[in-house]
């Protein structure tokens, strides 16, 4: 399989995070996509950093005022605090929440406005790191467009968490929604199925109007689980794309059989909407052994989710998203590459 991956992820690396009112090491780490790419190289894959495809088709989802502060955030941070006064992380310390809000001019007032919390820290290198990780997806949805049957995109930072002027969990810009929107403006539709532990509640924002992207998501309760404030199964889809989200919220300490259940649901949705071409937001944070511990499902079920998903037949542009448990993503990824293969003989 084709694997795009460009080491300027490692650009990108915060420290800490604040996470339950402590700070801890962060779980997202450069580790994580090193890991994967060390699995893919093994499994026979083969791995080439992307094209520049550079801002138009980033633009194509996510305004230009939202872009600007990303590329712009860490260097008027440093201006505006000195070297004494900031830290190292642009980080909000005051967000609009559910009020109106308005779009100050002051960096401490953009900060709040475009980060949805503190788990998308922005540092002096982020930026590259995260237009490259776009870069990786565009590389394999653009294959794709040229004929491709599959290919899959290491991206990092991951980017379903991502609205189209919000960062958050992690994500910048919103991979798979950039990576569906160049697909379904050239072949008129497409379906995106998100696997991660938690919902892909940027994906969903982005295309929640749209009759030409279905949008499915399997993931723990959000009643539970981040990120709380979207996920449920009443949220179906509005004007044109009534019907076009498909929610699949699980309970918290799902395992194999239950996740398996609601990919059945899931691939058959995909099937009655009739597009071409799949995109798979991919994350691993499902696994037992993922420190967030949202569910416990094992790699017999990314085996299956890979099988399952191959032998739909559609062509397949594979974006990576979350997964924690460091020292287990390989043998995840190797798992549902294996099973992945198995559905496309
Ligand atoms: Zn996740």
Not at 114 to 132: C, D, H, K, V, Y
Request: with cysteine.
């Amino acid at each position: 399989m084709f694997v795009a991956y460009s080491d300027k992820h490692l650009l990108h690396a915060p420290k800490q995070i604040i996470f339950r009112g402590r700070i801890f090491d962060n779980v997202e780490a450069p580790a994580r996509a090193t890991e994967l790419a060390a699995a893919a190289r093994a499994a026979g894959c083969q791995l080439a950093a992307p094209r520049e495809f550079g801002l138009e088709p980033v633009l194509s989802v996510h305004t230009s005022a939202y872009v600007e502060f990303l590329q712009t955030a860490y260097a008027r941070w440093r201006a505006m605090f000195g070297d004494a006064g900031a830290g190292p992380s642009v980080v909000p310390h005051a967000s609009p929440t559910r009020f109106p809000a308005r779009l100050p001019q002051a960096i401490q007032g953009q900060v709040g406005y475009f980060l949805a919390g503190t788990s998308a820290p922005i540092e002096e290198n982020t930026w590259p790191a995260i237009q490259a990780s776009a870069d990786c997806a565009l590389e394999v949805s653009s294959r794709l467009l040229e004929g491709m049957r599959e290919g899959y995109a290491i991206c990092r930072p991951a980017g379903h968490h991502a609205y189209a002027d919000v960062a958050g969990g992690y994500c910048y810009l919103n991979n798979a929604a950039i990576a569906a929107e160049q697909i379904a403006r050239r072949q008129g539709k497409v379906a995106v199925l998100d696997i991660d532990v938690h919902h892909g509640n940027g994906t969903q924002n982005i295309f929640y109007r749209r009759g030409d992207v279905l949008f499915v998501s399997i993931h723990g309760d959000p009643n539970e689980v981040y990120p709380f404030y979207s996920g449920y199964a009443d949220e179906q889809g509005e004007d044109d794309g009534k019907d076009c989200n498909l929610n699949l919220p699980l309970p918290k300490g799902s395992k194999d059989a239950g996740f398996l259940e609601a990919l059945n649901v899931a691939l058959a949705a995909i099937t009655r909407f009739g597009a071409p071409s799949l995109v798979l937001s991919l994350g691993f944070d499902a696994h037992e052994d993922d420190p967030q511990s949202e569910m416990a499902v094992t790699n017999q079920c990314f085996y299956e989710v890979g099988l399952r998903i191959a032998t739909l037949g559609l062509a397949t542009a594979i974006i990576q998203e979350g997964g924690y448990y460091i020292p287990g993503l390989a043998s995840n990824l190797t798992a549902f590459l294996d099973g992945f293969k198995a559905g496309r003989t």
